[in-house]
């Protein structure tokens, strides 16, 4: 467990391993061994990533639950704890990813957890990395970076350690372009706990997560986190008037199913959450006033820096002929959830679809969209 202590002396930084995937980066290595990685995103050439562990979250559908949840990530044998001068191994991995074959570079650097941005050592840790990686070559990532990111942390006000990494990133290398995608949980308080689950921890766990990142998680309601995480994206838009080369953007997670919101009436799944009265979640007829001003404030932004005249919206992951990992994430968020998981193929095991819930769909659609990874992420770094 001491390798696990933190806190402002002895800052740490939890980053999970990955596998090399392909032959464009292939070591022989079977196991988890990379901290920078490629994976599949996006299509060739494939996407670099960086993945942190931990999280202060623990979102029922969240396919990294292994290495982001503080009840799991400890015993997850991919997870490493770095202090802030490790960050050469990861300047190591780096430099080691050979160029892929064929193109002149890969898509864009994908930073997502866990939770990247969860405390100053992180963004200190982070920082370093990019600016360093900027310097050395970022025409390997196509000078673009994409950080994903609940942004409960910076939400809070504590914006001065990314706004520094941000100038600094700018000084080394103004040609890198950089977003951060803020996740949103929920378009009220009540769907924040029903998908963070943050009503439901035992206080033994915010103890822990105190000891390890150094900040007082369980000071804070329910209903605070959720407005830290409605107020990142007017923080991030803040920092972003004095620089040119960020923006910030904010997308819904976890609404309902990918399939769905990728093809429409094509798809013949459907999952969801359910919120009330026959509705999935993210159901404009539940949305709060703060939601709502945040949506229609982001949308006014986003028509002109990105071309989006909706909120995108990551649905639940249900390709799983593509994403085999979505299979654990699904029968996770079934187990959690129970009877207010739905999904059209188990309603229909237990004796009939709900019909109303499913018409309600459509009403999702008209105000959040999915698109193809590599046209969406490629978006968020052209402005
Ligand atoms: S915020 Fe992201 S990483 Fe954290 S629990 Fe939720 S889905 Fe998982």
Known sequence: MDR??????????FLTLQKDYGEECDTGAQGFRKTFAIQRCGGKPHEVALRFAGCCLQCGPCFASEYAWLSRFRRNRRVI???????????????????????????????????PLLND??????FKILNEISRLDSKKFNNSIIIQTNGIYIGQGKTGTLRKGLEELYESN???????????????????????????????????????????????????????????FYNLLDISKDLPNFKPTVIAGFGVNE????NGELSKNRITILFKNNRPIYHPDFWSDEFRELY????????????????????????????????????????????????????????????QLESSFTDIRKHFFYIDNKIYYSTLTKF
């Open 259 to 262: 399939t769905y919101l990728l």
């Open 296 to 355: 229609n404030n982001f949308i006014h932004y986003s028509i002109k820096t990105f071309g989006f005249s909706k909120m995108p919206m990551y649905g639940i992951k249900d390709d799983v002929n593509t994403y085999p990992f979505a299979r654990r994430a699904l029968r996770q968020g079934k187990g959690i959830y129970g009877e207010r998981w739905y999904d059209a193929k188990y309603a229909y095991e237990r004796g009939g679809r709900n019909m």
């Open 174 to 232: 103004p040609q890198v372009k950089m977003c951060i995608e803020v996740s949103i949980k929920g378009t009220n308080e009540e769907e924040f706990e029903l998908i963070t689950r943050s009503h439901v921890r035992p206080k033994e766990e915010f103890n822990e997560f105190l000891q390890i990142f150094g900040w007082d998680l369980g000071a804070f309601s329910p209903a605070e986190l959720y407005k830290f995480n409605l107020k990142v």
């Open 81 to 115: 704890s770095l202090s802030l001068k490790d960050y050469t191994r990861c300047i190591n991995d780096y430099k080691n990813i050979p160029y892929p074959a064929g193109c002149p570079h890969y898509n864009w650097l994908r930073i997502l957890g866990g939770e």
């Open 4 to 13: 696990y202590i933190s806190g402002s002396d002895n800052p740490i930084v």
């Open 121 to 126: 050592a992180y963004i200190n840790f982070l």
